[in-house]
């Protein structure tokens, strides 16, 4: 997997809007989920979104419902998670994760995905 925050390497303002590349090269879109995980400085980890086109969903934390938005392109073998309104207590370091799981629901929820992405860092001043 490979995590990659566009060419601003991630730092923001407040207010801004940054777009994040997830790419799955050997992945199968049909049969794994794919998930955006942050960690923030001295907090836990994070579930952020999700999306699964096997059990047909798209999840988001509460803290960025109506701000963040994940997609895929299929046929780029990436997912997307664009983000709007960006708040300082967004910075942390955003992971994507795949599942290929039974259940794409739960992995998301437990944070037991199968593979992780090395991480890039998102950093949105005040």
């Known amino acids: 997997l490979m995590c990659s925050a566009g060419v601003w390497g991630g730092l923001v303002q407040a207010g801004g809007s940054l777009r994040l590349s997830c790419v799955t090269s050997?992945?199968?879109?049909?049969?794994?989920?794919v998930g955006w995980f942050r960690r923030a400085p001295g907090k836990e980890r994070e579930g952020v979104s999700c999306?699964?086109?096997?059990?047909?969903?798209?999840l988001y934390a509460d803290s960025v419902k109506g701000r963040f938005t994940i997609s895929s392109d299929n046929a780029k073998n990436t997912v997307y998670l664009q983000m709007n309104c960006l708040k300082p207590e967004d910075t942390a370091v955003y992971y994507c994760?795949?599942?290929?799981?039974?259940?794409?629901?739960?992995?998301?929820?437990?944070?037991?995905?199968?593979?992780w992405g090395k991480g890039t860092l998102v950093t949105v001043s005040s």
């Open positions: 994760a795949v599942a290929n799981s039974v259940s794409h629901y739960y992995s998301f929820y437990s944070g037991s995905m199968n593979y």
């Open positions: 999306i699964s086109r096997r059990e047909r969903f798209t």
């Open positions: 050997g992945f199968i879109f049909d049969d794994y989920a």
